[in-house]
């Protein structure tokens, strides 16, 4: 089996999959509903919790089928069987294993579709590329890989705060350290380039997310609070050595602030990417 070579700034913490449950098809992958048709077969990398997933398996249909990868065993594959059990759901299985090893684990030319959202930026940013490869691998001919990924460098608020570029730069600094690329979105067409796609048979767009009410400033604020003081960031964030404790603190606090902003709004640009397999 492949060495697994994701180390994942967030983990799974609750606040963590606070926000990834919170993600749909619609609010999350809508640059692909249009590909999505009956009887397809999908593979979805980095299903966390698998709202995604499952709403994709609608769309696919009885006939068709889904599966759910997860690099390593824990709660969160348990919760994503639970939810499809509990939504009636039955073309869906849920597997372990890693975005390198996926022609270990499937016959090639197996999928439609490959799909990954918010998984690139987490790998070891020297082996994109690789990865990519390995997801044309078991696509059909004709099938698509899809991508979709948020650009740190690009994210916008309002107040502006010192705090909150604090946290910004803070991130990126924890996310290269464990040998990711926090500005991944950006980046989509280049490291498609490298895994052998023509530029003509990728097609690339930008979608925006965005918090400003006061029902999302609350959601979204006291979750990052949370990730900064309580998730797997806090731990990697001390691990590295490039921060500590009372930064970490003070990062929480200016979330928890910004929330209370009335005039607060938040963006988050993602880079959007389908490649035509030959």
């Not at 709660?75 to 073309?91: F, H, K, M, P, Y």
């Not at 989509?188 to 925006?208: E, P």
Request: with cysteine; proline share 4%; hydrophobic share 40%.
């Amino acid at each position: 089996m492949s060495e697994t070579t994701v180390i994942y700034t967030h983990g799974h913490h609750e606040s963590v999959l606070r926000s990834h449950s919170w993600r749909t098809a619609q609010n999350s992958a809508s640059y692909l509903l249009p590909y999505i048709k009956p009887n397809m077969h999908i593979l979805d990398i980095g299903c966390g919790p698998g709202t995604i997933t499952l709403d994709f398996a609608t769309l696919i249909g009885p006939t068709g089928h889904i599966t759910g990868l997860e690099p390593s065993p824990g709660d969160v594959l348990v919760q994503a069987r639970e939810t499809a059990a509990s939504r009636g759901i039955t073309n869906v299985d849920f597997k372990i294993g890693d975005i390198f090893g996926l022609e270990e684990i499937f016959e090639s030319r197996k999928f439609d579709i490959v799909h990954v959202h918010q998984v690139l930026q987490h790998i070891d940013r020297k082996r994109v590329s690789e990865a990519l490869m390995q997801m044309k691998a078991v696509t059909k001919p004709g099938g698509i890989v899809a991508v979709r990924e948020t650009d740190f460098a690009a994210m916008t608020w309002f107040p502006a705060s010192n705090g909150m570029t604090e946290w910004v730069d803070t991130y990126q600094l924890v996310a290269r350290a464990n040998g990711g690329e926090p500005d991944a979105g950006r980046r989509l067409v280049s490291w498609a380039l490298g895994a052998g796609f023509a530029r003509d048979k990728i097609t690339t767009s930008a979608a925006a997310w965005c918090f400003s009410t006061p029902e999302e400033r609350e959601w979204w604020s006291r979750m990052w609070a949370d990730r900064t003081l309580s998730s797997n960031f806090k731990t990697t964030a001390l691990k590295s050595g490039l921060v500590d404790e009372e930064r970490l603190n003070r990062i929480a606090d200016t979330w928890t602030e910004w929330g209370k902003s009335e005039d607060g709004w938040f963006a988050i640009l993602n880079g959007e990417m389908i490649c035509r397999v030959d």
